[in-house]
Structures are given as structure tokens and as C-alpha cells.
Antibody, heavy 118, light 110 residues
């Protein structure tokens, strides 16, 4: 069974940093592209970042470009999101999501909540 | 402001048919990129419901179907059931090398 388990969320002050992790199991992690998608409280879904299987190709949403860094460790079956210069509008549940073959997302992790507040 | 436009809410009685629209532009749906749909039950993570415009993953009932035309797409749910009450999100890919979502539609089963 495919499992994606996020961790690392919490309360952080504006301007602070946080590193999210996603532990993958039940599939060959190194063969799949991965993404982070977030959902602000009571809002819709927002794609955050994409990383290719080897990590050589990376994309970011404009809202996080220059502040967030996606990475992966295929030996550890893990995906990461380093978030710097956090803002109140970054408050959201962050989901680790496996990419489908045709630009779709699935399966999804349960998510980890990031709250940016003073 | 989401790139794809969905109605905030729809409702229907058990057994009825409802549709949810998803409108994009010439840089995403109109550019030929597929539309995918996700179901998000209250308090849970989204789940892939329809992929590639009209394909259902294993385990999704055939009461759920998708279609796409031009710059828009639709999700149809027939034989509405109480357990279908959830948020539904459409998603596509954009020529700007980004993945885009709709704002989500809350389905209420009356």
C-alpha cells in the first residue's frame, strides 16, 4: 500500500523557517516525480512545487519562488520542502503528493499544518 | 484567485444528478491539457476521483464521470448519495509550467 507521511509542520513566526519532510513507502520512490500542494484554511488547493525523479528538474509556484526549496533523497525514500522567509499567507496544510503520468496528483499524504503567526 | 473557475457550491437531493463546471483558458484546458478531479471528504486529504478528463481510478463508482470541451470541463454525479457530500476540486496543467486548480465546489446532499 502506498503511504506518504508528512512531518515538520508547526507554529512559526513571520520571517521564520521550517523544513517539511515526507516519508514514502509502498512504491519505488525513485521512479516517481513528486509535488507539494497546500491548502489554506477554508480555501482551495494550491500547487507549490514539483521535483523530477532525479531532482534535476524543479518548478515552483510564483508565490513561493525564491523562498521555498524542494529536494529529495531517493536513498531515504524522502521528499523535503525547506521554507524560508515565511509569511502569514503561507499558513496552510501542506500535502506531499505523488505525480501521476498525465500531470495528475495521487496518492496524497494526510498533510501537515503550518501556521505562520506572531 | 484560482486559475480555474468553479461554482462555490452545488446541491441536490439523494438520487438526483448534479454537475460541477470548471472553466479555464487557452493556456491550460484550452491548450489541450487534461482535466482531473479530486474529492475531499470533510477533514480528510483530497483523493483522485477522475483523471485524464473521463477516467476513473480503480474503486471509484461509475456514478462519477467527467467530460471536457474547449476551455471547460464538467464533473457529473448521478444517483446522488449522502456520502458524496464533499468538496470537489478540478485541476489541470498550464503552459507556464505550473499546475493549476479550481477554487473547489462544496456539494451538499439535501
Amino acid at each position: 500500500e502506498v503511504q506518504l507521511v508528512e512531518s515538520g509542520g508547526g507554529l512559526v513566526q513571520p520571517g521564520g523557517s521550517l523544513r517539511l519532510s515526507c516519508a514514502a513507502s509502498g512504491f519505488t520512490f525513485s521512479s516517481y516525480e513528486m509535488n507539494w500542494v497546500r491548502q489554506a484554511p477554508g480555501k482551495g488547493l494550491e500547487w507549490v512545487s514539483y521535483i523530477s525523479t532525479s531532482g534535476s528538474t524543479i518548478y515552483y509556484a510564483d508565490s513561493v519562488k525564491g523562498r521555498f526549496t524542494i529536494s529529495r533523497d531517493n536513498a531515504k525514500n524522502s521528499l523535503y520542502l525547506q521554507m524560508n522567509s515565511l509569511r502569514a499567507e503561507d499558513t496552510a496544510v501542506y500535502y506531499c503528493v505523488r505525480a501521476g503520468g498525465g500531470y495528475w496528483f495521487g496518492p496524497w499524504g494526510r498533510g501537515t499544518l503550518v501556521t505562520v503567526s506572531s | 484567485q484560482s486559475v480555474l473557475t468553479q461554482p462555490p457550491s452545488v446541491s441536490g437531493a439523494p438520487g438526483q444528478r448534479v454537475t460541477i463546471s470548471c472553466t479555464g483558458s487557452s493556456s491550460n484546458i484550452g491548450a489541450g491539457y487534461d482535466v482531473h478531479w479530486y474529492q475531499q471528504l470533510p477533514g480528510t486529504a483530497p483523493k483522485l476521483l477522475i483523471y485524464g478528463n473521463n477516467n476513473r481510478p480503480s474503486g471509484v463508482p461509475d456514478r462519477f464521470s467527467g467530460s471536457k470541451s474547449g476551455t471547460s470541463a464538467s464533473l457529473a454525479i448521478t444517483g446522488l448519495q449522502v456520502e458524496d457530500e464533499a468538496d470537489y476540486h478540478c485541476q489541470s496543467y498550464d503552459s507556464s509550467l505550473t499546475w493549476v486548480f479550481g477554487g473547489g465546489t462544496k456539494l451538499t446532499v439535501l
